[in-house]
């Protein structure tokens, strides 16, 4: 019997199937679309499992939060538009007849990480996902620890300085507004005068420009702040860093563990990359959907 993971994203939104094994057999991409709103979106997705044919037992979903997990609903994401309080467990399974769980992306990039990926083996593990905004989660023994309110390991609203900036939910001064890559892009874009990315900044570093080694001195101190603090409040056995600045500028993660080290009273601390990539939210999806059928 295959599972379905559910990986919604605010441009895009990918469906993988899986078999008995884990493998992830088939991929369905489609845009995220403003005008259809989550119903609409989803019913794309069920079209395309319909056509499949497959046995399925169970759907998993990765999204952007906030969520209330109890209710299996989307609250009000700020990159998900028209998807505001959409009780998304509920439409899939009056939809599909199948059992359906939720949890946020980056949870689920830690699960899949943590019980089949580069954390595996580990009682302990912390994901911190390093892309347009700062992901993380929390896993001990191979279960998400999700808090009271959903909030654990939510690293991206940790204050790592005094900064006035910042936008939506998001903290003054957290880890999100300060060492994101959509922050990268604010400072690189008010330092050079002119619309820059995240890759542009980078390559401005390697150039030499003291500009762009400004801003990475401090987007890089701001993380090992944050690093910092999830030692001394979780002391994890690993650290499994995943997105996409994290994993493509490893040189940059270095630099951040070797300046967190001196915030630390035992600076050996264990690192590694994500197993899965922009895959985990997918793989995390089905351990969700596996869940359910135990």
Known sequence: MKTIGIDIGGTQIRLG????ERNLIDVFKTDNNRTLGGEGN??????????KNEEYGAIGIASPGPLDLKNGK?????????????????????????PAAINNDGNLAGLAEARIGAGKGYDSVIFIGMSTGMGGSFVYKGELINGAH????????????????????ANPGSLNEIAGGAAMERLATEAFGKQMFAKDLFQEYYKGNQKAIDILEKTSEALAKGISNIYYTIDPD?????????LNNKWYVEKVIEK???YLVDPDICVTYSQFGDDAGLFGAMLAAEDLLK
């Open 17 to 20: 199937i899986f078999d008995e």
């Open 42 to 51: 989803m019913d794309k997705l069920i079209q395309y499992m319909e056509e």
């Open 74 to 98: 989307i609250l009000n994401p700020p990159n998900l538009y028209g998807w505001d309080n959409f009780e998304i467990v509920k439409y899939l399974k009056e939809k599909t007849g199948l």
């Open 150 to 169: 959903c909030n654990t390991a939510e690293f991206y609203n940790v204050i790592v300085c005094d900064d006035p900036y910042h936008h939506g939910s």
């Open 238 to 246: 690993v650290y499994v860093i995943g997105g996409s600045i994290g």
């Open 260 to 262: 967190a080290k001196k």
